[in-house]
């Protein structure tokens, strides 16, 4: 008999099969965190149940979910396993985002989604260098392409490489040396001169396997050359929601794990538990506060970006920007107020709420960055302000 899919269940039901998935992470999260090992089992499971799939389009045989789903999906899976929400996130939103916008000529779009489908292949795109830093700064990919009759010939080094250990496919931005053009190409990982240097040394996300992704006079395809990257404005992306999403997962769990403690911690100072005491109340009430507060942001904005047109979502960056600044930063408050609740113990190495600290101070360096939100939001107020 068919195992059982996403793909075939109601809305509830994904959301239940999800949560009951993404438990059985937490048993392993602190082994993985500790040892800088990739958890490999977590994306055997998440295949089995068919979620790498669950974001590609119905008119490509994927699951079409609503981003709005896809973002409680991904903030249930950070809450148990916060590395793991994090790198399969950029899989999940990716491959929506190239369905929904066509970026790619269709053929070669569902040639990949069909591996997706069918096999549980996996993509994410690595732009980031050494020298250039984050993309999102406009640095130029010392990555390099030559063409070569038929082929490019790629040589480069991708940093925060999130995914290596499992990624079928990469989407590299290079330089093409005859232009001096940036174009994107998808590299399968498994084609000679590509290979991961696991350098990946960082106190967050320790288990998302965000090494070096090398690649020595590796050669593609002419129609891997899949897109150019024109210098200026790019159309905002709902699907970077994915990454907020994960951060209110982690606060969510720091919440829960502080809640727990204080419900259940009886100093023989006191009667009953330090939930009663007024000045432990005031800090589980602003985790609270923050936590609604990121929601409402978070899913008003998803929901507004499923129905909006095409047009409308090429408006909404500066409010897409603005819930990840404000998520984000939220969660690291969050965070904070749940170890000020559970004191010194939320120091010890055996205790979760160290991890999600580390964990949730990620989300800061993650794109786009706080300064640049902010001053998209004032260049929005000043050319929408008449005088």
């Known amino acids: 008999m068919k195992l059982k899919t996403l793909q075939d269940l109601n809305h509830e039901e994904r959301l239940n099969l999800v949560e009951e998935t993404a438990k059985t992470f937490k048993a392993t999260a602190r082994e993985h965190d500790e040892n800088i090992t990739f958890p490999f089992d977590n994306f055997k499971v998440l295949k089995s149940i068919g979620y790498p799939a669950l974001s590609v389009p119905k008119e490509y045989g994927g699951g079409g979910i609503s981003l709005a789903e896809l973002m409680k999906h991904q903030e249930t899976i950070a ?142 395809e002419a129609d891997d050359l899949v897109s150019f990257r024109t210098p200026g404005k790019k159309d905002p992306s709902g699907w970077l929601l994915h990454i907020p999403a994960c951060y209110l997962g982690i606060a969510k769990a720091a919440q829960t794990a502080a809640v727990k403690f204080a419900k259940s911690y009886s100093p023989n100072s006191i009667a009953g538990t330090i939930s009663e005491l007024p000045n432990v109340q005031e800090k589980i009430g602003r985790m609270e506060l923050a936590v609604m507060e990121s929601e409402a942001f978070l899913y008003s904005t998803a929901k507004q970006w499923d129905t909006a047109n095409n047009e409308e979502r090429k408006e909404m960056g500066p409010v897409l920007g603005a819930v990840k600044t404000s998520v984000v930063n939220k969660a690291v408050e969050i965070v904070d107020l749940a170890m000020r609740t559970v004191g010194a113990k939320s120091l010890n190495a055996d205790d979760e709420l160290q991890r999600h600290y580390r964990n949730v101070r990620a989300g800061l360096h993650n794109p786009p960055m706080d300064d640049m939100v902010i001053i998209n939001l004032a260049k929005s107020a000043i050319e929408r302000t008449e005088v």
């Open 79 to 220: 809450k148990y396993d916060a590395a793991t929400a994090l790198s399969i996130g950029w899989h999940m939103g990716i491959i929506m985002d190239l369905g929904e916008k066509k970026t790619w000529e269709a053929s070669k779009y569902r040639k990949v989604a069909t591996d997706v489908i069918e096999n549980g292949a996996l993509i994410n795109n690595l732009a980031t260098e050494p020298a250039t830093g984050s993309p999102t700064r406009g640095g130029k990919p010392e990555t390099t392409a030559v063409k070569d009759g038929e082929f490019w010939i790629l040589n480069g080094r991708k940093t925060f490489a999130t995914l290596s250990p499992v990624l079928k496919y990469a989407s590299v931005s290079a330089t093409i040396e005859a232009t001096g053009e940036v174009g994107d190409f998808i590299v399968d990982t498994g084609l000679e001169g590509v290979r991961i240097d696991e350098t990946w040394n960082s106190i967050a996300m320790r288990a998302s396997g965000s090494h070096d992704f090398i690649m020595e006079e590796v050669r593609v």
